[in-house]
């Protein structure tokens, strides 16, 4: 198994990279907001790799940080989800938000998730919910439940998580009450 590719970018695209490491090219799919970052960069990078074996191609699947690759691999685990599936979910949601939504079985946030439906959601929230809290135990979720539930809200009425998502970061500086938070978000996304 290939635990790490470390070299330079020769070539990026949407969702994937190609690293040169001595002369050689790795094919490296990477989530989107990944291959957005790394992309023009001139300095050598480090992924975290999963290498999927298929009867017809093997794969390799990256990522920037180790927490990242636990979250596909756990993605991963759940029944019908494959990789492909496990990059998409990735590529839209931070992992944070996808771990407060598995724990607190919000299934309006993982059906927003284009290729995600409300079976898919249910099975996700099934089978990692009790996974996902041990994971993770001892550590707070950058997401707090305010901001989480003025999110879900927004989310709920029909706008699009990642712009919920902004609007509440700009406004929840001072934190206050979700309903605060919701009305000032409303406003902000009008400007």
Known sequence: MISHIF?????????YVVIDVAGIGYH???????????????????????????????ILYGFLEQSQLEMFKLLISVTRVGPAIAMNILSQIKIEELAAAIIHEDEKVLTHISGVGAKNAKRLILELKDKMKKKMEGVTLAVSSVNYDAVSALVS???????????????????????????????KMRE
């Open 7 to 15: 070299g330079e970018i020769a070539q990026s695209g949407e969702g």
């Open 28 to 58: 490296v799919n990477v989530p989107k907001s990944i291959s957005q970052e790394l992309a023009g960069r001139k300095e050598k990078v480090k992924l975290h790799t999963y290498l999927h074996v298929r009867e017809d191609a093997l």
């Open 157 to 187: 009425l029909g706008f699009p998580r990642q712009e919920a998502q902004r609007a509440v970061e700009a406004v929840s500086v001072g934190g206050g009450s979700v309903e605060a938070i919701i009305k000032a978000a409303l406003l």
